[in-house]
């Protein structure tokens, strides 16, 4: 990456990195200080999200939260916060199982669906396999690869803002770990099953020893009838793992919980890296709850369902264009720069999403309640006038 001398040297205060930036960048590298500030400067925004009376649309979480049941299984879990979870950890892999029609030796449980996304990286590529990624996608994996010094294949959306699936498999060759967020964080995007299976069909005959990380994080929110999940692929392909979490549907970003499927040879390059017993207690007693309660699910789906009709309704009326969306976000064209855009935005009360190079135009804002969106897009008339 080339960096002018004054820019990277101002760089080195931003976020609070300046104490470590030099041994960072003597230890590993800039490219590990720019994936470690990127994490510190999104941690500040979030921070400014969570200030008393701030509508926060920015992190895509669900305003809703835990349903009642997983929130009394939650409680009910504090009468053994004493011991290690180990029954609970036996019994959410069961209830994931379940819901899955698969078997608990093919769920790889984590601490929140984040640590497989460094884990995966950090079992599947080195400095000589790559990572392959969409750009813009969720950034998690690619910034540890940066950190860990493996190189990243960053590979841009097509006109249409989906992962452009044909040069994302170009790219596999020899790389150890594709990244394929379905639907994509930040566009909303989707790609069918159809789709997904010829992608990977043609990674494993291009580059037969690479990985195809599948993140379905937003998989209750896809209405796109051509989708299905991916999680039949990764029980029969030991190259292919899917990615879920507790964050988004579930209303259990908080509490962090998520769970890979794979098979089980192929969980087992995966477990090692793993902190043992790295998800609490009060987290598996009410994911086991969460995954199996399908009314609660459908419920939460109608909610973001009709915020985001809501919203979209306000931005097209408004003039803006507003992309396809089987997430709970949207991206919109706000024509203008996104960055200074959120900094007048929480001026008035509300916090959007932060800018997604090269997209600088495009503004994430994620569903809220019907409350919530009415407020927000009252705030943000005046600004988009
Ligand atoms: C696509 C995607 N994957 C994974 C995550 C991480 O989720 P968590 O670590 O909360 O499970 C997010 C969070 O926003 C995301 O958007």
Known sequence: MSVSRRAFLASLGAGGAGVLAMPLVSDRGREALFAFQSTTGRRADRMAAAAPGIVRIDSNENPNGPGARVLEAMRAAFAEANRYPFKYEEDLRAAIAKTHGIKSENVLLSCGSGELLRVTVQALTNKERALVVGSPTFESSANFAKFLGTPVRAIPVDAKLRLDL???????????????????????????????????????????????????????????????????????????????????????????????????????????????????????????????????????????????????KFFEGAGFFVAPSDANFLMVDIKRDVKQFKSDALKKGVAVGRQFPPLNNHLRISVGTMAEMQKATESLKSLLA
């Open 166 to 312: 044909a040069p994302m498999a170009d790219a596999s060759k020899g790389a150890g770990l594709v990244y394929v967020c379905n639907p994509n964080n930040p566009t909303a995007s989707v790609h069918g099953k159809a789709a997904v299976q010829q992608f990977i069909e043609q990674v494993n005959k291009l580059s037969p020893e690479t990985t195809v990380l599948v993140d379905e994080a937003y998989h209750e929110y896809v209405d796109d009838p051509s989708y299905a999940t991916a999680v039949p692929l990764a029980m029969a392909n030991p190259h292919v793992i899917v990615l879920r979490t507790m964050s988004k549907v579930f209303g259990m970003a908080g509490v962090r919980c998520g769970y890979a499927i794979g098979r089980p040879e192929t969980l087992a390059k995966l477990g090692p890296w793993i902190l043992d017993s790295g998800v609490n207690q009060l987290a598996l007693a009410g994911a086991a709850v969460a995954v199996a309660d399908a009314a609660h699910i459908a419920d939460e789906q109608k909610k973001n369902r009709e915020a985001k009709a809501f919203t979209r």
